[in-house]
């Protein structure tokens, strides 16, 4: 991995053979990144990506093993149980332009792997929504 700080936010290089979440998950613990939002392209493989099924509070996953151009990566860091976790959603396209995608659980770089990492300089939490079964944001009500 490679990455250059530019005031808040770090361009990130995550490299062939790196694994992304937990690259980028480790970094966030290395700098003390408690909340940021992240987002980035390249072109990967060993893709887990999923969709969440609130009826049975479940994902479905699917795992693609061919190289694919990951077109769009949005996410953010937030601390849940202590520890910065990622939470992004990915857009994947084929070499027949067809375009697809879903929640992320981790993809390994293929060729290129360059990520944006804007630190809020701030805590944020997640915390357990036990009516929707998964760790969401816990902010300020309106």
Known sequence: MQFQ?????????????EK????????????????AQLAGIGAVKNIDIGAYDIDTKDYIHRVFDEILELLSFQG??????????LHAHITLGNHDMEVFGGHLFEMEVAAVG??????????THRKLNE?????????CKI
């Open 114 to 123: 360059e990520f944006i990492i804007h630190d809020f300089q701030n805590e």
């Open 20 to 35: 992304v979440v937990e690259s980028l998950t480790n970094f966030c613990k290395q700098n003390n990144i408690h909340s």
């Open 76 to 85: 953010n860091i937030a601390l849940k149980d202590g520890e910065p976790f």
């Open 5 to 17: 700080k530019v005031k808040n936010s770090y361009i990130v290089h995550v490299e062939k053979g």
């Open 131 to 139: 009516d929707i079964g998964l760790a969401t944001l816990s902010l």
